[in-house]
């Protein structure tokens, strides 16, 4: 039995914003707030210096009313997603310190945002364990600190001399970092904790 071809599936065409309709609708709707009862309009007539005041009133109020519930209709989402990158941000942070505990001073920290925000420009492909890896070495040099593995005791220099000092980092002027000002502090865990959601 040969098979009957199936239609071809057809999807309508994305109906573009009509802005004009929108504002109508928009002007029909407001026009129906500030209707008149006949009873308003009678007092509108006899005593406007009354009247204007409580319809002025009433509007404000309907106003005030409608923004209130919007915003609380909406509220919840917002918290919502304020903790959850909150919490995202934070395990990236911790993540980052777990791999690099010797810079977990809060001193530290403005470098490991500025060399973080100028590896991210300069390798946006790098894996989050690289670039966990990477951004610490470069914090060390450029803070003078001795590596991870002799962070716990002073490097030592040739036999019978005085320990080495790291020497400090300078990034290269006109390179892709030059003139970058210093990112905002959520900018590196944020591009750390995408990247641990990726992996999940």
Do not use: C
């Not at 777990?98 to 920290?109: H, T």
């Not at 600190?145 to 080495?164: H, K, M, W, Y």
């Amino acid at each position: 039995m040969q098979a009957v071809p199936s239609a071809p599936v057809t999807t309508a065409p994305a109906v573009p914003f009509d802005a004009v309709a929108w504002e109508t609708e928009q002007l029909a709707g407001l026009e129906k707030l500030y209707q008149l009862s006949e009873e308003e309009q009678q007092a509108f007539l006899t005593e406007p210096e009354v009247t204007l005041p409580k319809l002025a009133a009433a509007i404000h109020m309907k106003v005030t009313k409608a923004v209130l519930a919007a915003v609380q209709g909406n509220l919840p989402n917002m918290i919502q997603q304020h903790q959850q990158v909150t919490t995202t941000e934070s395990a990236a942070r911790n993540a980052f310190y777990e791999v690099n505990p010797d810079l977990s001073d809060p001193a530290y920290e403005p470098a490991v945002l500025q060399v973080g925000q100028m590896f991210r420009k300069m390798n946006p492909t790098a894996s989050r364990e690289e670039a966990t890896k990477k951004i610490g070495e470069l914090v060390r040099v450029s803070m003078g600190l001795p590596p991870v593995q002799q962070s716990n005791e002073q490097s030592a220099g040739p036999a019978g001399g005085n320990p080495v000092a790291s020497r400090p980092f300078t990034p290269a002027r006109g390179g892709p970092g030059a003139g970058v000002p210093v990112a905002q502090e959520t900018n590196v865990w944020a591009a750390l904790a995408a990247e641990m959601q990726d992996e999940n």
